[in-house]
């Protein structure tokens, strides 16, 4: 069973995807900002990481600068769920190497398939 | 010699009395030609003159005794008419008249005065012979006849010569003056012997000139040097003229003045281009004077020879105190450097036409001017001096108005920045609610379709939409809000208000209790009066403030508000229990979107008090907090009258 880590500051929202992936049949560990987030990473090595981009304190391209710094994280995929739609940000995710982009308000096919092209598809 | 006097006696030369050798030697040896032949015509004196004259190539002594017709005839080729040569002497022989000063000219143009007298023997009646004498008159005649062409020559010139000429003896009268000078035949042959004086009576003209004449003429003789003055009329037309008049003394051998030339030149047109580039001069120095720029002239060794009144405004020196001073003396040591440098390469470098620069100095008081300076090359009146021109112009108002323009570009700029990220902030605010709504909507079907959801799980989740799209329409009606304050749209509108009633009705709609039960404190401290508000915004900041420390303060204690009177004003401190704002986060209160980072799940759009500090500052109020985490917080909004 796939581990997927969430990081995302609003409330709500972090629960109903961690209920989305649980349904989904992934297993899920939740930050709700990024330096908790780290401090999660310190300790597991998750299969995916989805990650907000505004958050206060480190943000999500922090976290990701922190993944790939860290040999044993770095090839660990990872997904920004945003609410930031401008083409900057994706341009600059894409340049440190993030997985995928994607924007709120999204659907649950479309994260899941940005989940699925980074994973071996779960079992259930 | 007796008898009459127009006779020779033939005694007169054969006079045994008289000394022969002498007189012969005489007639012999006089310039005049002279003849003596009997009443036969039969020579018998001939002196070489005569031979001389007539081309008779035989010596006088071997003539003596030959026939005088002979030698006549033999003589008269060298007349223009021979016969008529002839024919006379002749005629004189026959009729022994006494000829005296008869003029004949020769073929070659020579002239002879003829001199003839019959001999007479002592009865006086019966001629014995005849006298010719011949003399020259040629060179005479030639140079009387000579200088009176010259004359005329002279006359001829100096009277076609374009100036006025006159020549006075020393007495200043007119001796001569040419046709330049009085076009009139007949007045200037009147004129000679006459002065100016005469001149001026004559045409009833007054003294003025003659006496300045007069004057300038006895200048001329007692230096014995050439006087110039100018002389100014008016000529027919009526226009001005203008002669220069020259007294020129000519002095003989022994430094006598003879005589004074006077000349006069029109120099009316030279004058009158003066004029003009007077004129013309006065219109540019006029043009350079008013500009608007400092124009200055420094020679080859940067040296000021001109600057305009403009200079003065600029480097507080007059132009007297500036011509003549080097130019670096006007500028500090640092700011000259490049103006040297410019003046230099405009000097030397010929593919250097203009050097355009812009410097700022520092005044005397302290105040920073920026000019705009540029030089330019010419060439003096020496060959290879070469000047150069500056012009300075003030653009200190430019450069303030740049200045000032960046400034508000700057502003500008940082507006634009702060409207889109206030734009994306809005995007990601409106994005997130949305993205709970969706997902929560798509977890329920979800549910459906892979087990049968509980009621209260699906309770959880339609309240989380219904929570969300209400919050949704809170930040759509904030938003329009301050879309209405940016655009000014809200018109403020202070109105005299019962500060207490007011608050206690809004207290009793909201608070009086809040949502969860819990009743607001309210009290009152100082005055009570009437103070000037708008009555909308005083609403929402008062809902807002309230909102929050209810909000922020669940499970706690019930805020307090208290209403103070002062002196000067009035306020609303509003206390609550509840979680606080980090320190650090106070000072990004009242800015877009920022809300503390404990307030987690509590609902709240962070454009609540944007709206209430704008209120605030329409009533020229201030807002200050005071908080700890988890024991409360302090607000407290301060308002003048407004009277």
Redesign the interface.
Known sequence: MSEILVIED????RQ??I??LQ?KGYQCHEASHGVEGIEILKKIKPDLILCDV?M??IDGFGVLEYVKSVDSLKEVPFIFVT????TQDKERAYKMNADNYI??????AELISAIELCLPKPLI | MKGHSSYIEKSDINDKNTNDSTLVFILKNIDAAVLLETSAHKIEFINNAYCSLFNITIPADHLLGMDSFEIAKASAYLFAEPEVYLNRLNQITEENITVSKEEIQLLDGRIFERDYKPVLIEDDINITGHFWCYKELSLTKKNNDLSATGELFYRNVLNNIPVDIAIYNKEHKYVFVNKSGIGNDIVRDWMVGKNDFDYSLSGNKGFQKALSRRNYFEQALDSSQIVQFEEKDINDKGQETCNLQHYYPCVNEVNEIEFVIGYGVNISRIRQNEKLLIKSLETYQNLIHNLDEVVFIVDQKNVLQYVNPLWENVFNKSYYESVGKPINTFFSPEVFKSIEKDLESIKKDNSVDKIKREIRIETVNGIIKHYNYYFSRFYGILKDEVMVSGYVVDITDQVNAREELLKVLQKERILSDMKTEFV?MV??????P???????A??LE??YQ?ENPSKETMGNYSV?IVD?VKNLKNLMDELLLISKIETDDLQFNPKEIDVISFVDEIISQHFNPWKDGRKIAMEIRGNSRLVNGDKFMLKHIINNILDNAFKYSMDKQAPMLRIFFGHDGWSLVCRDYGIGIPGNEINNLGSSFKRG?NS??IQGTGLGLVVVNYFVDKHKGTVHYQSTIDKGTFVRISFPYLD
């Open positions: 609003e409330l709500f929202l109903n995807i209920t989305i349904l505004m206060p304190g609410a930031r739609a401008d924007t709120k308000p999204f659907s649950i | 994306n995007s990601h605010e409106l994005r997130t949305l993205s709970i709504i969706q997902s929560s798509e977890i979800l549910m892979l989380r969300e980072s987690g799940f």
